[in-house]
């Protein structure tokens, strides 16, 4: 296992503000915190992911939020649910209990609900408000990775209350 951390940015660019996770992954490479963590995107979690998942120490799961707080919601994540009848898709929070149960890890995982707006159309674009929430989430991010709070919080271990940052 490695102890960079891995932001996992998914969903559906082509589906406007469901696009955001996808969004968050490409601007942290552009500010080049490629050098502090591992940084992925995908349309959909998938079983496979547990694999990738357990290589890091801590994860960060961004992905669009059509409610919830402005402009995000960063909280721990607990390893729950199991894949049933389809592998298809997953949520975060089983994809981490495959990987602690297959891989040994990560020790701590996030979730990122970047608050977006529109999603009932086709374009690869976002809203002016999904593109003022996803620059708070890189900022915020950003500051976390690279200072050590965010590793710091993780060895501090679950169960905290959620994050919301402007």
């Avoid at 490479?29 to 992925?40: F, I, S, V, Y």
């Avoid at 998938?46 to 799961?61: K, P, R, S, T």
């Avoid at 976002?126 to 989430?137: D, H, V």
């Amino acid at each position: 296992m490695t102890a960079r951390a891995l932001v996992y940015g998914y969903g559906n660019p082509g589906r406007l503000d469901d696009g955001l996770g996808p969004a968050l992954v490409r601007e942290l490479a552009a500010r080049g915190l490629g050098a502090e963590a591992d940084l992925e995107t995908a349309y959909q979690l998938q079983v496979e992911d547990a694999a990738l998942v357990g290589g890091h120490e801590l994860v960060i799961f961004a992905d669009a939020a059509a409610a919830g707080p402005e402009p995000f919601e960063l909280r721990p994540l607990e390893p729950r649910g199991r894949p049933e009848f389809s592998t298809h898709s997953l949520a975060p929070g089983a994809v981490l209990a495959l990987a602690r149960e297959h891989f040994g890890g990560p020790a701590q995982a996030f979730v990122l609900g970047l608050r977006g707006y529109e999603f009932d159309d086709y374009g690869e674009r976002l809203s002016p408000g999904a593109r003022r929430n996803l620059a708070a989430a890189a900022d915020h991010v950003c500051r976390l990775l690279c200072d050590g709070r965010l590793a710091a919080e993780a060895q501090a271990g679950p169960g905290g209350e959620a994050h919301v940052r402007p």
